[in-house]
Structures are given as structure tokens and as C-alpha cells.
């Protein structure tokens, strides 16, 4: 029976691995991530940047705008990689410089007022676009404040203090569980893409072995098959040859990504600063070091959640008939699956409830649920092992009934509806 069972696992295996479909959508793979993480410079190669630049003409009425201007919009521009803003001064006419302006430049006028000290006009050929805005209001509005003081005659130490930022502390009363800015920011960011892999080989999971199996009862070579071995040999056998192409693809996946990051930096250790901004968020809110704690849990998770939802798609596969009645039991799984998805993402917005607490115990949602609501603080390490408990349990549940269901299915061919045989099925006594 062992024999049987692992050459069945090989040949399942062996199918996938050399699939047309397999290598073809490999090279997609490899081809779309490395575009992507390398999207800036291939929007270079073309003649584009996403590094883009501004020239701002400043005409300087005041005789004392231009340099605070300048020294502002640098300050703000300097750690966004993505911005460049390049300001000079200028003695042409303006309306010389109006008619030759550039869809890249943008014309400032300052002008002396008696009432709000300094007016400043802003032209351009098209609408500017609003990050770069931003930072010319921001820009604007130093220039103003430093051209009162001036005006005004202040001590240039006491313009010195008030210019510079205020000094605050933060101090958060209520209790460990609230998250922090910087969390908030990573489980908005980093989590989503962190979890999206694994929600993406999962659907590619259900879909494969529910496939699988009912293309084999479609073209009536389940008879062949379970004339030679059990039903629960033919059920282990997919379900293990599954999993083990999804963690192949997963960690393909991650050759991928290393292959492209390589591509980006040239080899080189170099961060972009835009990456090392969130990268220094992580770091300070906790969330690296909560990773790590949680991890051998996290990979335990996702080893059962992939068996759990690996048996669920056979076992209901084994009641279909045709490829119509497969969609019918595939809706079901797959909006589970995007409930546990959504609920990890927004696992913030239920602070301190006790159904969203329930729902990380829940199998099939706990997968998502749980690491997510380790990482804000709302349940501990304890709560994350019942979860993991409560899987293995469903998972010997599934195997002890789902047998059931399988032998009884796998040969039905009856027109009947196919939750009608799911439930005849699981009545059964025939072991």
C-alpha cells in the first residue's frame, strides 16, 4: 500500500512539474516580478523617470523670499527619492518667462504687500501635480512666516527659535494593545503584501487539487485508479503532491523576488531611502521583532492551513461530476478565504473585541486572523497555540469523516445536486 501510495504522490507530482502550463506560467512569473520590482528603471530605459523633476523660475520682488524659498523646498524634498525640485532665480520679465514655460517649470512671482507683508503668484502651463504642490505651499508659507519676522525687525535668535520645530513628546496613557503611527502604517503596508502570497497559493491550492480530481471522474479514469488502490490512498496522495507544489511555487516565488531586488541594487547592499524609511517604521514599532517570535508558529500555521484546505477542495471535489458542479463547491472556500484576507487587514478596527478574538480561533480563517491580531497586541502567544490546536483537530475531524464522504462520492455519478449527495454522503455508514 505504501508503495502505491507514494508512486501515485511521484506521478501527481511529476504531472504538475512538467506541465506546459507549469514552466509557462513560471517564466510569467519571474518575468512580471522582476518588472516590477525594477519598474523605475525600465520606465527610464523608455525615455521616462519616476524621479520627477521640477524646475521652479522664482522672480523675487521682495529681494529677501528667494533664499528662505529655496532652503525650505530643499529641506522637504531631501529624503523623497521620488521628487526632484530644482529652484533658481531669475531677473527675465515675466511675462517673457509665461510664454516660454516649459510643461516641467513653474514660474513663482514674489511680491511686496503692505498687509500680509509678501503675496507670491504661482504659474504654470498645466496643473501641477499635487505632492509637488504640496511642497511648494509648504515652501510658500516659510517664506512668508521668515519675511514678516524680517520685516518686522524680530531678533534674528528669536526667529532662529521661532522657526525651528516644536519639541514634543509623545506619551500614550491607555494600555499596550492601542497601536502605535508607525504599526498602524506597517500592518496598512507590509502585512497586506506579506500575507498576499500566501492567500494567492492557497486559491491556487483549492483550485488544482479540486481540478485535479474532477477532471480524473470526468474523463472516468477515477474507476481505473481506485480499482487499484483506497480511496484514502488516492485522497493522501493528491493531497500531498499538492502541498508540496505549492511550497515549491512558493519558494520559486521568493527565488523571484531575490532574483529581482538583485537585478535593482546591481548586487550592491544599497537601500532605497523611500524602503529604508519603512524599513526603519518596522523596526520601531515592534513589528520585526513580533515576526520573528511568532514565526515558527506562523510556518506551523501555514503548513496545516494548507493541508486543511487541501482536504476541504478534495473532499468536495469527489462529489462533482462535471467541471459546473466544481465552481459550486469552489465559491464557498473562496469566500472564506477572502473574509480571513480582509479580516487580517482590518484586524485594527476591532479593538478589544471579543468577536474578532472568537474568529482567530476559527479554522480556515484562523490562518490570517491569528498572526494578525498577535502583531497589534489583541491576543498572545497562548491564544495563537489553541488556534493551531483547534486546526489539527479539524484537520483529524476532516480526514475521519471526509474518508467517508470520499469513498461514497468518488464513484457517484448520480444527477442529483451536489450538496444533496454531500449530505447522503455523510450519512452513510459505509467506511
Given at each position: 500500500m505504501n508503495n502505491k501510495f507514494w508512486y501515485l504522490t511521484k506521478q501527481s507530482l511529476r504531472k504538475k512539474l512538467k506541465s506546459k502550463w507549469f514552466v509557462g506560467v513560471n517564466i510569467m512569473l519571474l518575468v512580471v516580478i522582476v518588472a516590477l520590482i525594477n519598474i523605475n528603471s525600465i520606465i527610464a530605459f523608455f525615455g521616462g523617470d519616476f524621479s520627477e523633476k521640477t524646475k521652479v523660475l522664482v522672480i523675487d520682488n521682495t529681494e529677501i523670499s528667494y533664499s528662505v524659498f529655496k532652503e525650505s523646498i530643499e529641506e522637504l524634498i531631501k529624503e523623497d527619492d521620488t521628487k526632484e525640485i530644482v529652484v533658481n532665480k531669475t531677473k527675465e520679465p515675466e511675462k517673457q518667462i509665461s510664454k516660454n514655460l516649459e510643461d516641467n517649470q513653474v514660474l513663482i512671482v514674489f511680491d511686496n504687500d503692505e498687509t500680509s507683508f509678501v503675496t507670491a503668484k504661482v504659474i504654470s502651463n498645466e496643473k501641477i501635480d499635487n505632492t509637488t504642490y504640496q511642497y511648494i505651499s509648504q515652501g510658500l508659507n516659510t517664506a512668508k512666516t521668515s519675511v514678516a519676522l524680517i520685516k518686522t525687525n524680530t531678533d534674528p535668535v528669536l526667529l532662529a527659535?521661532?522657526?525651528?520645530?516644536?519639541?514634543?513628546?509623545?506619551?500614550?496613557?491607555?494600555?499596550?494593545k492601542n497601536v502605535d503611527e508607525n504599526m498602524e502604517m506597517v500592518m496598512g503596508s507590509i502585512f497586506p503584501t506579506l500575507i498576499l502570497p500566501f492567500f494567492m497559493l492557497i486559491i491556487f491550492l483549492v483550485q488544482m487539487i479540486?481540478?485535479?480530481?474532477?477532471?480524473?471522474?470526468?474523463?472516468?479514469?477515477?474507476?481505473?485508479?481506485?480499482?487499484?488502490?483506497?480511496?484514502?490512498?488516492?485522497?493522501?496522495?493528491?493531497?500531498?503532491?499538492?502541498?508540496?507544489?505549492?511550497?515549491?511555487?512558493?519558494?520559486?516565488l521568493v527565488i523571484y523576488a531575490a532574483i529581482g531586488i538583485l537585478i535593482s541594487t546591481k548586487g550592491q547592499l544599497s537601500?532605497?531611502?523611500?524602503?529604508?524609511?519603512?524599513?526603519?517604521?518596522?523596526?520601531?514599532?515592534?513589528?520585526?521583532?513580533?515576526?520573528?517570535?511568532?514565526?515558527?508558529?506562523?510556518?506551523?500555521?501555514?503548513?496545516?492551513?494548507?493541508?486543511?484546505?487541501?482536504?476541504?477542495?478534495?473532499?468536495?471535489?469527489?462529489?462533482?461530476?462535471?467541471?459546473?458542479?466544481?465552481s459550486q463547491i469552489q465559491t464557498p472556500i473562496m469566500l472564506v478565504l477572502l473574509a480571513g484576507y480582509y479580516l487580517a487587514i482590518m484586524a485594527g478596527m476591532f479593538d478589544g473585541s471579543t468577536f474578532i478574538r472568537i474568529l482567530s480561533y476559527v479554522p480556515f480563517l484562523s490562518c490570517l486572523v491569528s498572526p494578525s491580531l498577535y502583531i497589534i497586541g489583541q491576543i498572545n502567544m497562548i491564544d495563537v497555540l489553541i488556534s493551531i490546536l483547534v486546526l489539527i483537530v479539524t484537520i483529524f475531524i476532516m480526514i475521519k469523516y471526509g474518508l467517508r464522504i470520499y469513498k461514497v462520492g468518488i464513484l457517484n455519478y448520480s444527477n442529483e445536486k451536489i450538496w444533496s449527495r454531500f449530505a447522503k454522503a455523510l450519512k452513510s455508514k459505509d467506511m
Open positions: 527659535k521661532i522657526s525651528s520645530p516644536m519639541d514634543t513628546e509623545r506619551i500614550v496613557l491607555s494600555d499596550e479540486g481540478g485535479e480530481i474532477c477532471e480524473e471522474k470526468t474523463t472516468k479514469s477515477m474507476e481505473i485508479i481506485i480499482s487499484n488502490v483506497s480511496p484514502k490512498t488516492h485522497l493522501l496522495s493528491k493531497v500531498l503532491s499538492s502541498n508540496l507544489f505549492v511550497i515549491l511555487q512558493g519558494l520559486l537601500i532605497d531611502p523611500n524602503v529604508d524609511s519603512l524599513l526603519t517604521a518596522t523596526v520601531e514599532s515592534g513589528f520585526l521583532d513580533k515576526i520573528l517570535t511568532l514565526l515558527p508558529a506562523i510556518i506551523i500555521m501555514m503548513i496545516l492551513s494548507f493541508l486543511a484546505y487541501s482536504l476541504i477542495a478534495g473532499i468536495l471535489a469527489s462529489m462533482t461530476t462535471n467541471m459546473e458542479d466544481f
